[in-house]
């Protein structure tokens, strides 16, 4: 079955350490989304990719890191720079970014908890 | 700079009844308008997708509208069900952008 899968589904880290958060998709999809969810928040973005070694900044991008060296796979790299990094980290793709109606997919999140 | 508003933020509503969940967005020039379904500590399904040139979508007992003029969305959930119950957010795509803005979303109980 096509899907994307986060992994792993809760993560604990101390504070000052790095830590990446894996996404991997088999939709063949071209866009990947890393999105951050904490309550009451809503979905903010960190970074998106629309093809292999490219990425850009989404709007709360500090203290985070990506690479997107395979299409299958973007993971998130959440350094010891990020001032609050425990929230729910949401991994999603699409076809093509850029005015294209392609829907939205998620994977079904990581949790991030550091103490 | 586009904002996602969804009101309500709650909403509890006895089994069976019909019920309208709202979306506003202050920039008219969308591309497309999404609806998603998030059940506790899970991620986002995607209900409905609406084409800027489109007025509505319809899947089973749901049914989303647009009008792009007012920034306004609406999704109807017909004959509601407990399982229904979740957390329902809307997304729209600029124009000009490449992601997806959230609003906080309308968390929905359905009681039997």
């Known amino acids: 079955d096509g899907g994307i899968t986060q992994s792993p589904k809760y993560l604990f880290r101390k504070e000052g350490q790095n830590v990446t958060l894996s996404c991997e998709q088999n939709?063949?999809?071209?866009?990947m989304y890393w999105y951050r969810q904490d309550p009451g928040q809503g979905l903010r973005l960190i970074y998106y990719?629309?093809?292999?070694?490219?990425?850009q900044k989404g709007d709360i991008a500090e203290g985070y890191s990506v690479s997107r060296e395979k299409k299958e796979s973007f993971p998130l790299t959440v350094t010891s720079a990020q001032k609050n990094p425990t929230a729910f980290y949401l991994c999603?793709?699409?076809?093509?970014?850029?005015?294209?109606?392609?829907?939205?997919?998620f994977g079904n999140g990581t949790r991030l908890t550091v103490t | 700079k586009q904002e996602v508003t969804q009101i309500p933020a709650a909403l509890s509503v006895p089994e069976g009844e019909n019920l309208v969940l709202n979306c506003s967005f202050t920039?008219?020039?969308?591309?497309?308008l999404q609806w998603f379904r998030q059940d506790p500590g899970k991620g986002l399904t995607s209900l409905l997708l609406?084409?800027?040139?489109?007025r509505e979508q319809t899947s089973g007992r749901l049914n989303a509208s647009l009008d792009k003029s007012s920034g306004r969305s609406t999704l109807y959930i017909a004959a509601s069900q407990p399982g229904d119950s979740a957390t329902y957010l809307c997304?729209?795509?600029?124009?000009?952008?490449?992601?997806?803005?959230f609003g906080k979303g309308t968390t929905l109980s359905v009681s039997s």
């Open positions: 609406i084409q800027s040139s489109q």
């Open positions: 939709l063949n999809h071209d866009a």
């Open positions: 997304a729209v795509r600029n124009q000009a952008g490449t992601a997806l803005i």
């Open positions: 999603a793709s699409s076809f093509r970014t850029g005015g294209n109606n392609s829907p939205l997919h």
């Open positions: 990719s629309q093809i292999v070694n490219d990425f």
């Open positions: 920039d008219s020039a969308i591309y497309n």
